[in-house]
């Protein structure tokens, strides 16, 4: 069964790369979008993805302070820092923060998919 994923960005012409890219795997399936963290949390609620692939620099919650909440409200879910500023935060503070693992936008799709696939089915990355 395909698992359900929450995009979150505040671009949207990324977020419609997000979507098309695991649209393209039989493994995953969009529930939603979100275009900052303070509205991937109120959609997480009301979605419960799988997974959720969040920015780190968004308008009105930024990608950390969304992962934090995320991960009180959904323990479970593992979270992906899909972003372009990767060099910027560390693995430790992201770690801190709830995320599962960071993917730099500037990585290949297949990059994405493969640690999205790695958390969802709990295989090696």
């Given at each position: 069964?395909?698992?359900?994923?929450?995009?979150?960005?505040?671009?949207?012409?990324?977020?419609?790369?997000?979507?098309?890219?695991?649209?393209?795997?039989?493994?995953?399936?969009?529930?939603?979008?979100?275009?900052?963290?303070?509205?991937?949390?109120?959609?997480?609620?009301?979605?419960h993805p799988d997974l959720i692939v969040l920015d780190l620099s968004m308008p009105i919650m930024n990608g950390i302070?969304?992962?934090?909440?995320?991960?009180?409200?959904?323990?479970?879910?593992?979270?992906?820092?899909?972003?372009?500023?990767?060099?910027?935060?560390?693995?430790?503070?992201?770690?801190?923060?709830?995320?599962?693992?960071?993917?730099?936008?500037?990585?290949?799709?297949?990059?994405?998919?493969?640690?999205?696939?790695?958390?969802?089915?709990?295989?090696?990355?």
């Amino acid at each position: 069964m395909a698992k359900a994923v929450l995009v979150v960005d505040d671009i949207a012409i990324i977020r419609r790369v997000l979507c098309e890219v695991f649209a393209s795997d039989s493994d995953f399936n969009v529930c939603g979008e979100a275009e900052n963290g303070q509205d991937a949390i109120v959609k997480a609620q009301t979605l419960h993805p799988d997974l959720i692939v969040l920015d780190l620099s968004m308008p009105i919650m930024n990608g950390i302070d969304a992962a934090r909440a995320l991960k009180k409200l959904m323990p479970t879910v593992p979270l992906i820092m899909f972003t372009v500023h990767s060099d910027v935060l560390s693995e430790e503070d992201a770690r801190s923060a709830g995320v599962s693992a960071v993917v730099s936008k500037s990585d290949h799709a297949s990059v994405l998919l493969r640690k999205a696939r790695a958390l969802v089915y709990q295989t090696a990355a």
